[in-house]
């Protein structure tokens, strides 16, 4: 039988006066007061190091504070360090698996890359390694942007044009930056309680491309969190019609309300919209009930096909 240390208590990153200036000036010199005391709460809380990159703050749009955001990243060190900390982790030794298929390949996808999948391994309480495999979509997770414009009646839709954000790594090395998800998801699987709330950089890209305000982020977070204490733990906050702002639906009517609105609507582009406007909800639900998600996935594609051969006719 393997030998295997007694789980460590998670204890919390302490650091000096000296430290905290340091950070300050560098690795968090673009943060305000505020989120420069929630950056080094986080990092304490986590057991994360800045100074070896385990978690780092991003700031976008810094100079203009009706854009601002800041997003607190977590490396993908910082993941196997918290893993590592509980005697329980094991990484594979193999590479990540990568697939691949030539009828993806278009201009938001390069290489046609499908989906990675990396293997971690927990060690169970009846001595033995269990493989724990995450995998990511390429669809779900690079940084492809879609334009949306204001239509006659002020709302903003989706044009149905999409773009690939090259500027950062995806564009330099799509196979890490996808394999890095695929690892995160599969170390919160085997690590809930401590990496639960957590998010990798690459995972992170995605989001930094909907035009969202400051105010519109901190409104939509309140409204999520009302409606989640109202509905209990088993919803899924999702956004259907924009004027009526983010709804918490019970995960057992979530596939029969998202199958109704999108049947009512009338382009592809539109369903697209909604989808990456909606895509850390659909992985919620995928995360809960992967049958019915994939059902649910199944319809919606099924449904974007019929409109795009309807406006093709």
Known sequence: MNNIATMPQRGLMDFSGKQLDLIRRTVAADLNPDEFDMFISIARQNGLDPFKKQIYAIVYSKDRPDKRKVSFITGIGGYRAIAQRSGLYRPDEEAPRIVQDESLKGETNPLGIQHAEVTVYRYGPDGKWYPITGRAYWAEYAPIKEEWAAGEDGKRRPTGKATLDT?????????????????????????????????????????????????????????????????????ITVMFE????????????????????????????????????????????????????????????????????????
């Open 242 to 313: 924009f004027s009526e702002g983010l709804q918490a639906v019970p995960a057992g009517q979530f596939v029969d309300r998202c199958l109704h609105w999108i049947r009512n609507l009338e382009g592809a582009s539109e369903i697209e919209g909604w989808k990456e406007y909606n895509r850390i909800a659909l992985q919620q639900f995928w995360g809960k009930y992967p049958g019915d998600a994939l059902d649910l996935k199944k319809a919606i594609e099924k449904r974007v096909a019929e409109l795009k051969e309807k406006e093709t006719a």
């Open 167 to 235: 500027g950062g790594n995806w564009g330099k090395m799509p196979h890490v930056m996808l394999a890095k998800c695929a690892e995160a998801d599969a170390l919160r699987k085997g690590w809930p309680e401590d990496l639960g709330n957590l998010y990798v950089d690459a995972e992170m890209d995605r989001a930094t491309t909907l035009d969202l305000t400051a105010t519109e982020i901190v409104e939509q977070e309140r409204t999520a969190k009302r409606q989640a204490a109202i509905g209990g733990p088993d919803m």
